[in-house]
Every structure is written in C-alpha cells, then in structure tokens.
C-alpha cells in the first residue's frame, strides 16, 4: 500500500514539474510589458488535434529552443491542425 502511494505521489510529482519548466503562453501586450525579446519561431502540424495537445506541443518545441514564452501568431484547424508561434527568451 505504501509503495503504491509512493509511486503515484512521484508520478504527480514528475507531472507538476514538467508544468512548472514549460513555456509560458503570452499575448501581445504582455511580450511588450515584460519587453520579451523575439529568439524566433516555431510551428507544429498533425491530424486531429485537440486545443490542449497543440499548446503542449508549442510549448514543449518552445522549451526545446530555450524559450521561456510563446505568442501563437497562426492557426488552423479543419481536419489537419497548423500552429506558428513566435518564441521569446
């Protein structure tokens, strides 16, 4: 029982801190609040994505590039999804 309790505690655990280093999303107005500065952009594509697993993979690319933000500038969705984002350090 303690083990079983231990192990989903780690897993919990490994989930939060993946949320915590990922990239954030951000607007417009917050890249030029916080002066953000633009290292480049990213895109992702793929068939049938829902909202959430295309922001995961925004981010997890963005964090892959050293990337702390993100700002989505294009997308689409009709059957076969399409992101572009801008990624700012």
Known sequence: ???TFAIAALGLAS????GANAANL???Q???NDNLQSVGTIS???I??????IRQSLSQKADEQGA???????ARN???YHATAEIYK
């Open 1 to 3: 029982m303690k083990m």
């Open 15 to 18: 989930v939060l801190s993946f």
């Open 26 to 28: 951000v607007t417009e």
């Open 30 to 32: 917050q890249v030029s």
């Open 44 to 46: 992702v594509s793929g």
């Open 48 to 53: 049938d994505g829902s909202p959430m697993s």
């Open 68 to 74: 702390s933000a993100y700002r989505v500038i294009e």
């Open 78 to 80: 009709n059957g076969n």
